[in-house]
């Protein structure tokens, strides 16, 4: 899909000061966002990475973990894959993740949630996420979990009680999606 007309879906930002103030709006949000990301974490991966697409169509796990973080790094001249700065990323990611997960599993990470990147219909239900080029492979301790959720800047100190609150709320949701598969998962 090249172009998503007005009549398929609207850009979130567009709706979200109304939905984030509404108890049901900001749930049917926040259990979309759940499924999504548990969807997502439903087929784990070998390793680290990016997905591509080949000259065939076929797509396959790169090497390289392409983050936005990284893209928008790399946009403005700061060069983030030269070996030495390669190699401290590995030693901090070995640091942040668990040692009984260092062989994965690894799980597809969406870096690029942003509002703008979401589409809802007229029910407000998630219809489409866009910009997922930014999609990698990553350990569970680095999922991505939504920042934007009370509109406001993250150095705004009366900005963590409310976040807080909205992430309890949010998280809350993703605990209970996931539990259909928890016992899949630990049947395994």
Same mark, same amino acid.
């Given at each position: 899909?090249?172009?998503?007309?007005?009549?398929?879906?609207?850009?979130?930002?567009?709706?979200?000061?109304?939905?984030?103030?509404?108890?049901?709006?900001?749930?049917?949000?926040?259990?979309?966002?759940?499924?999504?990301?548990?969807?997502?974490?439903?087929?784990?991966?070998?390793?680290?990475?990016?997905?591509?697409?080949?000259?065939?169509?076929?797509?396959?796990?790169?090497?390289?973990?392409?983050?936005?973080?990284?893209?928008?790094?790399?946009?403005?001249?700061?060069?983030?894959?030269?070996?030495?700065?390669?190699?401290?990323? /590995?030693? /901090?990611?070995?640091?942040? /993740?668990?040692?009984?997960?260092?062989?994965?599993?690894?799980?597809?990470?969406?870096?690029?949630?942003?509002? *703008?990147?979401?589409?809802?219909?007229?029910?407000?239900?998630?219809?489409?996420?866009?910009?997922?080029?930014?999609?990698?492979?990553?350990?569970?301790?680095?999922?991505?979990?939504?920042?934007?959720?009370?509109?406001?800047?993250?150095?705004?100190?009366?900005?963590?009680?409310?976040?807080?609150?909205?992430?309890?709320?949010?998280?809350?949701? /993703?605990? *209970? *999606?996931?539990?259909?598969?928890?016992? *899949?998962?630990?049947?395994?």
């Amino acid at each position: 899909m090249d172009y998503i007309e007005d009549s398929d879906g609207q850009v979130l930002p567009k709706q979200w000061d109304q939905i984030r103030h509404n108890s049901a709006g900001r749930k049917r949000i926040f259990r979309d966002l759940a499924r999504i990301i548990i969807s997502l974490s439903r087929s784990p991966m070998e390793r680290i990475g990016s997905l591509t697409i080949d000259n065939q169509g076929f797509l396959s796990l790169g090497n390289r973990p392409l983050t936005i973080d990284l893209g928008l790094l790399e946009r403005e001249g700061i060069e983030s894959i030269e070996r030495d700065s390669a190699r401290i990323r /590995v030693k /901090v990611l070995v640091r942040l /993740v668990s040692r009984t997960r260092l062989k994965g599993p690894f799980f597809l990470t969406l870096t690029d949630l942003r509002p *703008e990147n979401i589409f809802i219909d007229k029910s407000g239900a998630i219809k489409f996420i866009v910009d997922m080029e930014w999609a990698c492979a990553l350990p569970v301790e680095m999922q991505f979990l939504p920042d934007w959720l009370t509109d406001r800047c993250m150095d705004d100190e009366d900005y963590l009680p409310e976040f807080s609150s909205l992430y309890e709320e949010f998280t809350n949701y /993703v605990e *209970e *999606e996931e539990k259909p598969y928890l016992h *899949e998962t630990i049947s395994r």
